[in-house]
Nanobody, 116 residues
């Protein structure tokens, strides 16, 4: 059973930066992809960014140019550098990992609040 633990969420002002981190443990068969999703109050969970095991990355249009995902395959970690934060980035950010056997794992989430 893979366990994911996120960290780095905070309350910041518009224009600030934050870095989220997620560490996966307990993987026996390898992890194919790791990524970040977010869910704002009253909205569905949405993809923010994802990184594959071969380095390919994908971003939501709303964060392109502001957020950068990075992954350490050896340490089974994924980070999300978020710059130029906007109030609409406010959400609970969840880490997601997809195992090589097709299983999907979610972290409990970390709160990011962007407000003046």
């Amino acid at each position: 059973q893979v366990q994911l633990v996120e960290s780095g969420g905070d309350l910041v002002q518009p224009g600030a930066s934050l870095r989220l981190s997620c560490t996966a443990s307990g993987s026996k068969f390898g992890i194919l992809s790791m990524g970040w999703y977010r869910q704002a109050p009253g909205k569905q969970r949405e993809l923010v960014a994802v990184a594959s095991s071969v380095g390919a990355t994908s971003y939501a249009d709303s964060v392109k140019g502001r957020f950068t995902i990075s992954r350490d395959i050896v340490r089974n970690t994924v980070s999300l550098q978020m710059n130029s934060l906007k109030p609409e980035d406010t959400a609970v950010y969840h880490c997601k990992a997809t195992g090589s056997m097709g299983s999907v794992y979610w972290g409990p989430g970390t709160q990011v609040t962007v407000s003046s």
